[in-house]
Nanobody, 119 residues
């Protein structure tokens, strides 16, 4: 199983970016999917998550600015980030709880995509 993330980049404060992450491999079921981020010198934190039936949760600092969504047919999760702030600068990782055809790990991680917000 692989998670392939894309969509990071450099943007000015107030701008927008859309992150995408697609899962591939011998997947039986995908449960929760989410996005984490890790800024330099800080611990990785959960930014947003979405259940298989579309219920979303957000960390307080991004509520009203970020929107998480998923496409179950494409096995993909997205993060629309609007009104970006310099403090959103971090490496963003997608995560998914995946039950595979052959039993294996439950949590899978994407490779990380860098988001840089300039002031």
């Amino acid at each position: 199983v692989q998670l392939q993330a894309s969509g990071g980049g450099l943007v000015q404060a107030g701008g927008s970016l859309r992150l995408s992450c697609a899962a591939s491999g011998s997947i039986f079921i995908i449960n929760d999917m989410g996005w984490y981020r890790q800024a330099p010198g800080k611990q990785r934190e959960l930014v947003a998550s979405v259940t298989s039936d579309g219920r979303a949760n957000y960390v307080e600092s991004v509520k009203g600015r970020f929107t998480i969504s998923r496409d179950n047919a494409q096995k993909a999760v997205f993060l629309q980030m609007n009104s970006l702030k310099p403090e959103d600068t971090a490496v963003y990782y997608c995560n998914a709880q995946i039950i595979t055809v052959v039993p294996g790990p439950l949590h899978y991680w994407g490779q990380g995509t860098l988001v840089t917000v300039s002031s």
